[in-house]
């Protein structure tokens, strides 16, 4: 098995280390920043995992949570933890309110879109990310 296979697996599992780690965090401070790094955090491992699982076998779940989580939604929920740390004010709340909605309706898009996929022209031994 080449690096380029390997390193997926090895991200998933630093960043489930992670991602306990900070959330745990969050459930003894209960500081949303924590909260929201958490879950970018778990968002990146799953699409880590993703991209390993993706590497061995075709999965159209897989690909939705890979494309979802590690093309489109991680930085945003991470970038908003870091949002609630250092702006202290109440219009932080309702950007909240967006970042949820827009992840929504990106879960809605990536949803449709992925019902038209192709499956036949899959090849495991190539990355996912280069296919």
Same mark, same amino acid.
Request: proline share 2%; aromatic share 20%.
């Given at each position: 098995?080449?690096?380029? @296979? ?5 991200? $998933?599992?630093?960043?489930? &280390? %992670?991602?306990? *780690?900070? !959330?745990?965090?969050? =459930? ?13 955090l778990a ?6 995992? @993703? ?5 061995? $076998?075709?999965?159209?779940? &897989? %690909?939705?949570? *890979?494309? !979802?989580?590690?093309? =489109? ?8 933890g870091t949002v609630y ?22 879960? %809605? ?23």
């Amino acid at each position: 098995m080449s690096l380029n @296979a390997l390193l997926p697996f090895i991200s $998933t599992v630093v960043m489930l &280390v %992670f991602t306990v *780690w900070v !959330l745990q965090r969050y =459930a003894v401070r209960r500081k949303l920043h924590f909260l929201f790094w958490g879950i970018g955090l778990a968002m990146f491992g799953f699409g880590s995992f @993703a991209e390993a699982y993706l590497s061995i $076998t075709w999965n159209t779940f &897989v %690909f939705f949570g *890979w494309y !979802l989580f590690g093309a =489109a939604l991680t930085a945003a929920w991470i970038g908003h933890g870091t949002v609630y740390l250092l702006v202290r004010k109440k219009w932080v709340h309702g950007l909240t309110a967006v970042l949820i909605i827009g992840s929504l309706f990106a879960a %809605f898009l990536m949803f449709r879109a992925t019902q038209l996929l192709d499956s036949s022209i899959f090849d495991p031994g190539t990355a996912i990310s280069e296919q």
